[in-house]
Structure formats: structure tokens, C-alpha cells
T-cell receptor, first 117, second 114 residues
Framework: KQEVTQIPAALSVPEGENLVLNCSFT??????LQWFRQDPGKGLTSLLL?????REQTSGRLNASLDKSSGRSTLYIAASQPGDSATYLC????????????????FGKGTLLTVNP | DGGITQSPKYLFRKEGQNVTLSCEQN?????MYWYRQDPGQGLRLIYY???????QKGDIAEGYSVSREKKESFPLTVTSAQKNPTAFYLC?????????????FGDGTRLSIL
């Protein structure tokens, strides 16, 4: 059974700092990995999706990397801002299965990021 | 704008009562999902549906039921058999014809016990 772990559970940094959030998964047979952002009391917003054949994806100040063989992904946030404060979740989609089970995402518990002005 | 609408935003359930959470999407997505989120637990899959009139149990389906009579709608009923229903419920969807598309989420319904 796939397990996804995110470290650290919480992180507090001063504004302007570059930071890295970590995600690890136990079954490397994944189809893709997604990073989401969740603001308090809200749903999830997709930030980046990395296909299993890719090494990284970039969007603005965000860069996500994937090392499928070692079961690891990182989300790099450059020049952090107070508006980046949120919970960041990673999720993996399995590379196998049928009948819809291959679309089921397994989520980590998230990293709560606080960026202090 | 396309998106997923969940209603109500807050819901209260009395002992022995069934309640239904609404999820509507206008993204023309085939697949829809219901997740439960508890503090410190992450998201857990309750039910999912790949096509109309078909759905499968997720990891924590006991005490819940769903229907998928229309592509746009995937309501979740929390039955009286669910003894600990207090949680944040999230509905999501994604296309199945196009691979490597992210899941889209609604803004959630927070359910509490009266």
C-alpha cells in the first residue's frame, strides 16, 4: 500500500528566505506526483504536476523535482512571501490499476508553512 | 468560470439523522471524488466515480453513500451509521480522457454534530 510522508510537518521562515518542502513515497510505481496548496478552511489548489518521466516542473517562484527511483520529491519556494503561508500537500497517482483505481491519489499529511513579515 | 461548487459551506447533523452534501462541477470532467479531511490525518478517499451511474468505494466508505445520476453531480450522504462524521469534506474531479491533468477541488463542507 502506498504511503506518502511529508517533512517537516510545520515550518516557519522569515520573508524572503528560500525554502524546501519534502515529500517521500514508498511505492515508486507512480504515474505522476502533484503538489497542492490549501488555505485555511478552503479546498486544494493544484500548484504543479510532475509526470513520472519528468525530473522537474517550474511555475513562477515554485520548482518541484521528482526522483522516482528513490521515492522523493521536493518543492522549492524562492524568495518566500507572507502570501505563501498555507498548507502544502503532495499526492501521488499510481502507475498501475484499472477500473478507476489508477486515478486514486494518495496524499501526504501536508506541511504547514508560515512566512513571517 | 468553470469549477466545482460544494454546498452548504457549513452543516450540522443531529443524532440519527442523514445529511446530504452537494457537489456540482461544470468542468465536463468524467471522474469525481469525495474526500474526508481530519486534523493531522490528511485526505482520505470515501467514494469515487469514473462515469455516470457507476461508483466505487474508497478507503473509508462505511457510513457513507453516493449517487452519480448526472455527469455534473456527485452528492454524498452521511448516514446515521457514520458515528464520527465531524470533519471537512472535499469534492474533487478530473478528466479521464486526458492523462496527467490535476485534480480540481471544491471549497469544502464542514460538518459538525449538534
Amino acid at each position: 500500500k502506498q504511503e506518502v510522508t511529508q517533512i517537516p510537518a510545520a515550518l516557519s521562515v522569515p520573508e524572503g528566505e528560500n525554502l524546501v518542502l519534502n515529500c517521500s513515497f514508498t511505492d515508486s510505481a507512480i504515474y505522476n506526483l502533484q503538489w497542492f496548496r490549501q488555505d485555511p478552511g478552503k479546498g486544494l489548489t493544484s500548484l504543479l504536476l510532475i509526470q513520472s518521466s519528468q525530473r522537474e516542473q517550474t511555475s513562477g517562484r515554485l520548482n518541484a523535482s521528482l526522483d522516482k527511483s528513490s521515492g522523493r520529491s521536493t518543492l522549492y519556494i524562492a524568495a518566500s512571501q507572507p502570501g505563501d503561508s498555507a498548507t502544502y500537500l503532495c499526492a501521488v497517482r499510481p502507475g498501475h490499476g484499472s477500473g478507476g483505481s489508477n486515478y486514486k491519489l494518495t496524499f501526504g499529511k501536508g506541511t504547514l508553512l508560515t512566512v513571517n513579515p | 468560470d468553470g469549477g466545482i461548487t460544494q454546498s452548504p459551506k457549513y452543516l450540522f447533523r443531529k443524532e440519527g439523522q442523514n445529511v446530504t452534501l452537494s457537489c456540482e462541477q461544470n468542468l465536463n470532467h468524467d471522474a469525481m471524488y469525495w474526500y474526508r479531511q481530519d486534523p493531522g490525518q490528511g485526505l482520505r478517499l470515501i467514494y469515487y466515480s469514473q462515469i455516470v451511474n457507476d461508483f466505487q468505494k474508497g478507503d473509508i466508505a462505511e457510513g457513507y453513500s453516493v449517487s452519480r445520476e448526472k455527469k455534473e453531480s456527485f452528492p454524498l450522504t452521511v448516514t446515521s451509521a457514520q458515528k464520527n462524521p465531524t470533519a471537512f469534506y472535499l469534492c474533487a474531479s478530473n478528466p479521464t480522457a486526458l492523462n496527467n491533468q490535476p485534480q480540481h477541488f471544491g471549497d469544502g463542507t464542514r460538518l459538525s454534530i449538534l
